[in-house]
């Protein structure tokens, strides 16, 4: 099947349907020939995350817009506008092969109109981008909701943050400590000719020059290493499990988080929580590679219908948020998340956060945790839970990493570096 049709499908359901890239995507990749796999996951990235931007020229360059029913083909122009831009495709070709798609659409109507438009564009390149210089959607690949909360939030960072968010993220690898050391697996992986540097925060992480397929990372499928970024790595640094502990990692799939702590302290128990089945089922294919044992459940971590009643010594609540850290790596986010799913998302935080509270025993530590650069979903989450809850006090966190917040430390996403993330650490007065 065409790799180009297979990417308007995934497409349409993404930005038609509201569903997520990774869940559009992995029926179009069974697809298509193995060779032409990283074709459309391009494809796909590519448009999500300048989508804003593409989205402006298109319009820009049609008369009127398209009917919700023949949205597809502008979807296509988006497509073709892409490949144009930010790709080594000739432009020959990419305006050959998107005239071809409209006709495999079943809308030979389109041929003639996506053809004009892709080589007016080519034409008049510059005069569209100066004509587009004042649309801050079109200058940044942002909607215009999200760049107001990173300019009002992070006035001196907000650009960096862009930046990062529209850069290619970085492949990073967190080395089983029970197998081996560090430089150790950096040694083997230089043996296999992969470039590859230590990370500067995290004592178990390994940033590739260039990203791979773990198959051929070495010692993968026997547990040796995972892939997991810097950021989601000091989690179980802050944590710090402790032989004979019982911890609860909330909202833990796909398991990687689950994983490294016991990695970190093999003698500790752990229920793993999620509400999802589906990603629950990947928390235990997780474990199961790297040999690991833990209590996994479904349920949801702002309710207590699974809890036992035991209380737990430590919980990892990594709770559901905008994501807005981590777009680079689902760029999806940009076009799926509003301003109005930080107001919701902020309340359900704040429940999850006082009903595992409830769980923790005396003395014990809770880390609030988010893949987030909102100040709404992070520090002022914690700043509302401490007011009601006078036996919540906060463990300032002495690290040399991220940006100090009245609670907690704020990482933003950095370019060939970790992720954005939250972390507040709390501990229970006795």
Not at 40 to 69: M, N, S, T
Not at 174 to 200: C, E, K
Request: a negative charge; aromatic letters at 6%.
């Amino acid at each position: 099947m065409s790799t180009r049709l297979l990417a308007i499908d995934t497409l349409v359901c993404v930005l038609q349907q509201q569903q997520s890239l990774s869940q559009a995507l992995q029926p179009a990749l069974e697809q298509v020939s193995p060779r032409d796999k990283g074709l459309l996951q391009e494809l796909c990235y590519g448009v999500l995350r300048w989508q804003p931007q593409l989205d402006k020229i298109a319009k820009h360059l049609l008369q009127k817009p398209f009917k919700k029913h023949d949205y597809d083909v502008h979807i296509l122009i988006m497509l073709g506008l892409y490949q144009l831009l930010y790709t080594r495709i000739p432009p020959h070709a990419a305006i050959g092969e998107s005239v071809e798609t409209a006709k495999l659409m079943e809308k030979d109507w389109a041929t003639g109109l996506v053809n004009g438009v892709l080589r007016r564009f080519q034409r008049e390149q510059e005069e569209i981008s100066t004509a587009l210089q004042g649309k801050a959607e079109y200058l940044h690949a942002h909607p215009q909701w999200l760049l107001a909360k990173l300019q009002h939030n992070w006035p001196e960072h907000w650009q960096q943050i862009v930046s990062a968010n529209n850069a290619y993220p970085p492949m990073t690898l967190r080395v089983n400590q029970q197998q081996q050391s560090r430089d150790a697996y950096l040694q083997t992986l230089i043996q296999a000719g992969i470039a590859a540097h230590a990370t500067p925060f995290s004592p178990w992480g390994i940033t590739l020059e260039q990203a791979q397929d773990v198959q051929v990372l070495p010692g993968f499928f026997e547990g040796s290493v995972s892939v997991q970024d810097e950021a989601a790595q000091l989690a179980a640094t802050l944590l710090a499990p402790q032989a004979g502990e019982h911890l609860l990692d909330a909202c833990c799939a796909p398991g990687g988080k689950t994983a490294h702590l016991l990695e970190s302290c093999p003698e500790a128990r752990i229920t793993a929580l999620d509400l999802d089945y589906q990603r629950q089922q990947r928390t235990r294919a997780t474990l199961s590679r790297l040999g690991l044992a833990a209590q996994v459940l479904q349920g949801d971590a702002s309710q207590q219908n699974w809890w036992d009643g035991q209380l737990f010594d430590a919980i990892l609540a990594d709770v559901p948020c905008s994501a807005t850290g981590v777009i680079r790596r689902h760029p999806d986010i940009k076009h799926l998340r509003t301003s109005e799913d930080i107001v919701a998302l902020a309340e359900l935080q704040l429940a999850i956060l006082s009903n595992l509270w409830q769980m923790l025993k005396p003395g014990g530590r809770l880390l609030y945790a988010t893949c987030s650069v909102l100040p709404q979903e992070n520090n002022r989450i914690v700043e509302r839970f401490l007011k009601q809850q006078p036996e919540a006090q906060i463990i300032p966190l002495d690290v040399p990493w991220g940006l100090p917040q009245s609670c907690g430390r704020q990482l933003l996403p950095q370019p060939g570096g970790h992720d954005g993330f939250f972390y507040a650490l709390l501990t229970k007065v006795v």
